[in-house]
């Protein structure tokens, strides 16, 4: 348990942050389930339709911290690529 006035404060920090993180993840995962399961059923439109969204969180959780710069650009890489696989 924290004793000094700064660790409780440290304390509060963290736990809202850990809020704020498990939101962006949890945005982040929806999104690429989203993609994945629109690639999974060979419907190319509406997964490319639907690459902004999974941009958009992925982005966010990497500016943010939750997840690496190089994390994010790995991931749109990926599901980027098995989305263009199914127009071409």
Not at 31 to 46: I, P, Q, Y
Not at 65 to 87: C, D, E, P, V
Request: aromatic share 2%; hydrophobic share 45%.
């Amino acid at each position: 348990m924290a004793r000094t006035s700064s660790a409780k404060k440290a304390q509060r920090v963290a736990l809202r942050r850990r809020v704020f993180n498990a939101r962006r993840k949890k945005a982040m995962k929806d999104a690429v389930k989203n993609v994945s399961r629109l690639v999974a059923a060979k419907d190319g439109k509406a997964a490319e339709a639907a690459l902004p969204a999974l941009y958009k969180a992925l982005d966010k959780a990497a500016k943010n911290g939750t997840i690496k710069k190089n994390t994010a650009a790995r991931m749109k890489s990926r599901i980027t690529k098995r989305t263009q696989a199914l127009s071409a």
